[in-house]
């Protein structure tokens, strides 16, 4: 039989479940997009920018609710999609990437768009594809698809010519999706061993990743049964529950909120859970695991990367913890006694907060209250959005993240930009669940334009944008040890305005006393199905935990010359006048 190539693209997304696909029609690609117009189950949303559309796909596939599709126009396309793609393949989140391709045997050179795509994006993704006839349309989505969900998840990349697209080709038939089978246990003793060692171990820990965000109730039971402090990567936030009385924060070392600290200061025994023991996730490496390191990932290749491990389990956390729990049970029935833990943890907890709350803020608004009025008013399954920047930290160090899969943001690839497209991918997701979106006022400079999407397809997210007028992480980074900031000043913005031009609605908190009233009405306007931009004059003056240890610990990690150096610029700029 004869199908065009947008038909039987068609026909493999509604196999596969996908829901939305994210671009830009382009001359390559309006064929596909006209067969989508068509389709009963996906719907395909235009964006501003290929980069917001990516983040959106990240977004998607982050929340679980399927995997999130970019459908864009080749090189041009691509090229501007390359960041949210770069972010996803780094920290090892699915999204399948369709884009439309030059005319495959046309013989004509310098055709429009005419690129090597696959160069470009092999260092960023799983696989790419090129798809030579129209028999191959189906299995090869197929075969992507299935690349991007098994192993470490991640991108994959399908480029379809678009005289394959556009025309009639043969096809013998369209065959159904199967999905491939899971991935198998480690041998027993492997996982034995793991619980012999944490058993034995005088006072264990867990750290958790992204890896561990769908094994939460195997978790939450296995840390009890140890009685062991739980502390989390950035991107595993919602790995284990802020609210648990064993949960610690994001981070051990020194650069972690003191619960975090003083839990792990004498731990004999790690366990961790879906991390690589990145650069952020260990504070610019500042952290010292004890040489009774287990790790489990289902990355082979993170094994004793960063740190030397003694034990490995190779797989996916759903099913090693719940093995790993009935191992640490079958050996030890009776649950450890955690009750001066989890005080300590408790106190060291609320010290910190009214650190904060003590903090003069001047007449802007201070961001643990910001955080604790937020917090008591969002829905325990409440999506927290973030993007790259000062925010992210107060937002790990602040904000309680309850259910898995309910927070998400930028990690190691540090792409800024994130969390306004980001917040409108997990709400398209999840249309029954409240999104709230915090970014920095550089990050929406970026793809703040994406609002434009939010007001068309009425998504209601709320957007709080922390402006103080400068790149503050960053700022920070250079005040902390040079004295001094270098092209981090934003200007003044008129965010009303901004908002009024994207048709989205304003809220301003302009100090402390603003901040219960601005969310109650934003929370409104939300749930009416408007998208929100929340104009929060924050003060920045006090630097998070993580921005202080990270500056501590890249100082004490430099020769002697080159710290001399740094510090007598400081001094010099503090004294002169």
């Not at 669940?433 to 793809?447: C, F, K, N, R, W």
């Not at 900031?485 to 934003?490: A, D, E, I, S, Y």
Request: charged share 15%.
């Amino acid at each position: 039989m004869k199908k065009t190539g947008a038909t039987l693209v068609r026909h493999a997304l509604e196999q596969l479940g996908i829901r939305h696909t994210f671009g830009i029609p382009g001359v390559h690609t309006t064929e596909i997009y006209d067969e989508l117009n068509r389709s009963g189950t996906v719907t395909p949303i235009l964006v501003t920018h290929e980069c917001g559309a990516a983040f959106m796909a990240d977004a998607v596939s982050r929340s679980g609710a399927d995997i999130g599709t970019l459908l864009i126009v080749p090189a041009a396309g691509v090229t501007h999609a390359a960041s949210g793609i770069g972010e996803a393949g780094i920290d090892g989140i699915p999204m399948l990437i369709i884009s439309g391709g030059i005319h495959s045997a046309s013989g004509h050179r310098y055709q429009l768009h005419e690129m090597d795509q696959h160069a470009l994006l092999k260092p960023i993704t799983k696989q790419t594809w090129r798809v030579t006839s129209h028999r191959d349309i189906i299995p090869t989505l197929y075969q992507a698809y299935n690349t991007a969900i098994s192993g470490e998840p991640g991108p994959v990349f399908v480029e379809i010519p678009y005289n394959l697209s556009n025309f009639l080709g043969d096809v013998d038939d369209m065959p159904a999706y199967q999905k491939p089978d899971a991935h198998p246990l480690p041998d027993q003793a492997q996982i034995d061993a793991a619980a012999k060692a944490l058993i034995a171990a005088r006072q264990p820990g867990i750290f958790a990743g992204w890896g561990a965000v769908d094994a939460q109730p195997a978790l939450i039971e296995l840390a009890e049964h140890l009685g062991t402090p739980v502390a989390t990567t950035l991107q595993g936030l919602s790995a284990f529950p802020g609210d648990h009385a064993l949960h610690t924060g994001m981070g051990m070392g020194n650069y972690a909120v003191p619960a975090a600290t003083n839990a792990f200061a004498h731990i004999d025994c790690l366990l961790a859970i879906g991390t690589r023991f990145a650069e952020i996730p260990t504070g610019s490496y500042g952290i010292k695991p004890p040489k009774n390191l287990i790790h489990l990932d289902i990355n082979p290749q993170v094994f004793s990367a960063n740190y030397p491990t003694s034990i490995t389990l190779e797989g996916d956390a759903k099913s090693l913890l719940p093995a790993l729990l009935t191992a640490v049970k079958a050996q030890k029935s009776e649950a450890a006694d955690s009750t001066e833990l989890a005080k300590q943890i408790a106190a060291d907890k609320a010290a910190y907060r009214k650190e904060w709350t003590d903090h003069d803020s001047g007449d802007r608004v201070n961001p643990e209250l910001f955080f604790s009025q937020l917090n008591q008013r969002l829905d325990d399954n409440a999506i927290v959005v973030a993007d790259d920047g000062n925010h992210t930290f107060l937002v790990a160090e602040l904000m309680p993240i309850l259910g898995p899969r309910n927070y998400m943001s930028p990690s190691d690839f540090n792409a800024m930009g994130y969390c306004v497209p980001g917040a409108i991918g997990a709400k398209l997701a999840n249309p029954q669940q409240q999104v709230v979106g915090i970014v920095g006022d550089g990050a929406l400079l970026m793809t703040g334009m994406e609002l434009v999407t939010a007001v068309r397809q009425q998504i209601g997210v709320m957007i709080f944008v922390f402006n103080d007028g400068e790149l503050s992480q960053i700022a920070q980074a250079q005040q902390i040890p040079y004295n001094q900031k270098t092209c981090t000043v934003l200007g003044l913005v008129n965010y009303q305005a901004f908002a009024q031009a994207c048709g989205a609605e304003y809220v301003s908190m302009v100090g402390n006393e603003d901040v219960g009233d601005a969310l109650d009405n934003a929370l409104a306007r939300a749930a009416a199905g408007h998208p929100v931009l929340v104009d929060v004059r924050i003060d920045y003056s006090k630097p998070t935990r993580f921005t202080q240890g990270v500056v501590k610990t890249n100082l004490a990690r430099m020769a002697t010359r080159d710290k001399v150096r740094i510090v007598g610029r400081a001094l010099w700029r503090r004294v002169r006048p």
